[in-house]
Nanobody
Framework: QVEAVESGGASVRPGGSLRLSCTIS????????MGWFREVPGKAREGVAY????????YYAKDVRGRFTISRDNAKDTVYLQMNSLKPEDTAMYYC?????????????????WGKGTLVTVSS
């Protein structure tokens, strides 16, 4: 059974930083490209960051490029999202995704296995 456990979300002021973590169990982590998606009520879940299986290729949604950094530690089966210069519009529930691809600037997840997410709130 595949399980994803996200952590690190919090309430921060605009301009602040957070580091999200997601640990995966139940599959061979190193075999999969990973990503982070976010969701706000009333909108579709959107991809924000992608990383390939060994970490040497990344992709970011336009809205977070230059502010967010995705990384992974295959020895720990964990993917991270460093978020800097946070804005109120970054407020969302963040989820890690498994088996992610990027096509024409859109991120897709290959496995419909989601954790509970971690809530990021950016507000003054």
């Amino acid at each position: 059974q595949v399980e994803a456990v996200e952590s690190g979300g919090a309430s921060v002021r605009p301009g602040g930083s957070l580091r999200l973590s997601c640990t995966i169990s139940g599959l061979n982590f190193v075999d999969y490209a990973m990503g982070w998606f976010r969701e706000v009520p009333g909108k579709a879940r959107e991809g924000v960051a992608y990383i390939n299986f060994n970490g040497d290729s990344t992709y970011y949604a336009k809205d977070v490029r230059g502010r967010f950094t995705i990384s992974r530690d295959n020895a720990k089966d964990t993917v991270y999202l460093q978020m800097n210069s946070l804005k109120p519009e970054d407020t969302a529930m963040y989820y890690c995704a498994i088996d992610v691809t990027v096509l024409a600037g859109t991120m897709y997840y290959g496995r419909d296995s989601w954790g509970k997410g971690t809530l990021v709130t950016v507000s003054s």
